[in-house]
DNA sequence: CATGAATGAGAATTCATTCAT
DNA sequence: CATGAATGAATTCTCATTCAT
């Protein structure tokens, strides 16, 4: 016997629609009536579950970047004990993510550019710098970050990630694990600095 | 008597006024009547100098784009003579003009991801990778650059460098000489390695 | 509570409105939103039922046109045995259907005429032609029809007809049944010719 | 030296490039900037000559229809002297006109029509009926015109040459003299019969 | 709870008409 | 007189939202 799912089914269903469309149409191009559709729910149960058209985007953009933040800790509290070790995690794991799931992060994307993102409260930032600022905090021992706010460094490091990520969707290249690795050694390189011998 | 104008001053009061307009409200939440109102014209008016809505849009995203590769060509022959001089001339020419030019940065952005730009001419990278290929192309007396595709070359410089004007804009960070000095150092460290004392 | 109808109460609404008022004010002249009024229907009603207002003139004029197909076909088939006798059902069933029904008739004629009307699948001709031709090659005791195209024949007959309709419509005739009698007969001398004895 | 035009260039270059647009593309598919284009003037001109689009409509209707009035009335004062020769001159004259004149036709049944067509000063049956008329109650040695009203007498002609002259156009169909001529008669049988020798 | 027909405000676009040059 | 850029009311069509069943 199944038991009560958290979200209805119905529910999902119309959000995995609206993944789907707003990727590929982008937010004005997917209409209620489509979603309604593609979710096999009729108009007025898409109502019964978000209040407007807008809400709903809001509740999966809140999702998905809750996704995205579960990316980002596991990679912190995966198991490595290196700094070094935690942001190869991290850099990876958003890579191999997102390069593998290009509706989620299309509709991330365009909703970050669109002008339902006006409200400050669903600024990344707050939720997603925290850790980041954490491991920043913490020492290396032969090496220290680079005296820039952190969002810079953080914008250091998503900005090109979003920006390959876009380049793999749109098969201009192709990410081999190696690459990645490199990439992730570059990254790295861009945001830290090697401590002179005589400050060791 | 007024002498006439090269491009018309109604043709130009419109382009105003949809730059202001789109930066603030994004395409679709830019109808046309609003664009006139704002420009001071009718409505037939706008229909005089562009087609549609949406070739008044890529018209100006054509232009703007011009403008953002003269940004980067200008940094290229602008009189450095070294490779680092002229990576550092375009990094600084690029973050000058855009963090002062809100308007037409978040047009650029809001073009780049919507559905509109689909008509693969209006690619970027076409158009702004060749002289950046140009560059990697020639060699270093102590350095290379690293392994990676052109592509990602340049999304590890452009994408970061959008990341930050968008902070700068959203007023978390207030940019300084010295900073976007020490970005700038810090791109170019993620996207070039030494060369080894056996190699030179 | 109303069972449901076949054609529904709105797409009827819709319909009777649009034949009131093209035939009153034309097809250009008739606004979808009028139209919408006056069927007391909102306009996206009007939308849901056809996709276009092009469409719908399309499919009242098919609607319209079956029914004139109906009104010769019943004059054929009726009973009467004689050509003549068929000939004179179809002139009178049409004078009489198309003088009680204004809005049809012009409906049909404004259609005709229109540049609506220009997709060769439409042309009454074919269909309403083949029934005609049918009795055209039918011989009759003592008479023949005229060696002209069938076009030019249906024409002789279609032609008065609907000259004469208007001017009922117009008020400068008023039809009695001996003036149709009268009328029916001359439309048939000036398509026939009698036999000479010799050729009986 | 060239005399004044009682007509300006201009203004007949207006007409003439309006019969040409409207026979093509309908009343309302015809926009004065089309026809001042197609005319080599500038928009205001148009204004100049004619105060509204359906004042130019309608002077050029009044125009056509007082060359139709002249076809008909040469066929009457042509030098035939018999009634069957005038009305078989009236006949003639007018297929072979407007057979050859497409745009002329066109354009008086397009705004027979339209909307436009609705003072009733530019009823045709008014002037055109009279000398119609006159023939009618002129007396034949061997025939007599049926007893019907003359506005029924003259659709039963000028209707199936409207269908007849349509059908040449559309190509359906191509006259032929000896067609012409049979067709005449027919019309003349359908309007006439015979009196029988005791009424001689 | 679920449905989808109905709604009407709002959007892009056209075009007859005016008027400053 | 001639011009054509400028205008804005009017038109067709869309779509987020509601509500009777």
Do not use: C
Not at 58 to 72: D, T, Y
Not at 113 to 142: F, H, Q, R, T, V
């Amino acid at each position: 016997m199944a038991t009560a799912t958290l979200t209805s089914d119905k529910r999902q269903a119309i959000m995995d629609a609206t993944l789907e469309l707003v990727s590929k149409h982008g937010f004005e191009g997917t209409s209620t009536a489509l979603i309604a559709k593609e979710a096999n729910v009729g108009m007025g149960t898409l109502y019964r579950y978000f209040e407007t058209k807008e809400e709903l985007f809001k509740e999966m953009f809140i999702h998905q970047r809750e996704q995205l933040l579960g990316i980002i800790l596991s990679g912190i509290v995966g198991g490595e004990t290196t700094i070094y070790g935690q942001f190869s995690a991290i850099v990876h794991a958003l890579g191999r993510f997102y390069m593998a799931h290009q509706v989620e992060f299309e509709f991330l994307q365009r909703y970050s550019d669109s002008s339902y993102m006006k409200e400050s409260y669903l600024d990344d930032s707050a939720i997603i710098l925290a850790p980041i600022a954490n491991i920043l905090s913490s020492g290396g021992e032969d090496f220290r970050f680079k005296a820039l706010p952190t969002h810079i460094i953080f914008a250091m490091v998503y900005g090109p990630m979003i920006s390959i990520i876009q380049l793999v969707h749109q098969e201009k290249v192709s990410m081999t694990d190696e690459m990645l690795d490199s990439i992730t050694r570059s990254l790295w390189n861009s945001i830290t600095e090697k401590k002179t011998p005589s400050e060791m």
